[in-house]
């Protein structure tokens, strides 16, 4: 299975700490050496980079863990190849514009004889399920809503979705249009919320830590979202399977 990583703050924040340890799963300390991506928000606009050599090898990774670019919501993901070749039109995260806004896309799993009806604007360039079902989502959002809704609106129509590509396989997946972060767990994802009292974490794929203390202010607030947890001292919360949760300024929504 793949790896993901998202992160949602509350003011923007640089993901270099926790792409450290992330990127060493691409081919390190993981299996994971068929390519990877990241997608950061910055107002409406998005820097996007991917990769089809694996993370812990890869130039562009290592521009990424010394380039502390600051964003308020960014989606990681590295590849186990299930469906669709080596190739970086495969490499996720995807991007695609609704509304006005570009939304970003990543999925862990595995979906079988999911071959929906594209009919709108929103078709796979590679040949993965997972763009697929990016596509798919794409598509039905915009046939539900003929304007782009509030937050609340669209989780509750992802909640109405989502179920449908889920029963075809393993189906978990993060998804912003930068205004938040939806995370999906059909297996494990798990995060963890960084806030006042800061303290130091230390990474468990790499030999780094970092005391938060110093470098943030009082009022930040970061949520983390992960395919298993990237530090050794934080407590990090697991999403029951098939629980699709929102994030806002760097916490979960209630339900």
Known sequence: MCQLLGMNCNTPTDVTFSFTGFAQRGGRTD?????????FFEGR???HFVDHQS????????????YPIKSQNVIAHIR????????????????????????VFAHNGDLKDFHPRLHAGFHPVGSTDSERAFCWLMQELAKSHADVPSVAELTLTLRELVPRIARH???????????????????????????HPFATATLSDEDVSVNFADQTRVSDRVAVVVTAPLTTNEVWKQLPPGELRVFEDGRPAEN
């Open 31 to 39: 299996h994971h050496g068929d390519g990877w991506g990241i997608a």
């Open 169 to 195: 396989g393993t189906f978990n997946f993060l998804l912003s249009n930068g205004q938040a972060l939806w995370a999906h767990a059909s297996t494990n994802l798990y995060y963890v919320v960084r806030q």
């Open 80 to 103: 186990k190849a299930t469906q669709g070749e080596v190739a970086l039109e495969n490499c996720h995260p995807f991007v695609r514009e609704l509304w006005g806004r570009y939304w």
């Open 45 to 47: 606009g998005v820097r």
């Open 55 to 66: 993370a812990c090898a890869s130039p562009v990774a290592e521009l990424i863990r010394r």
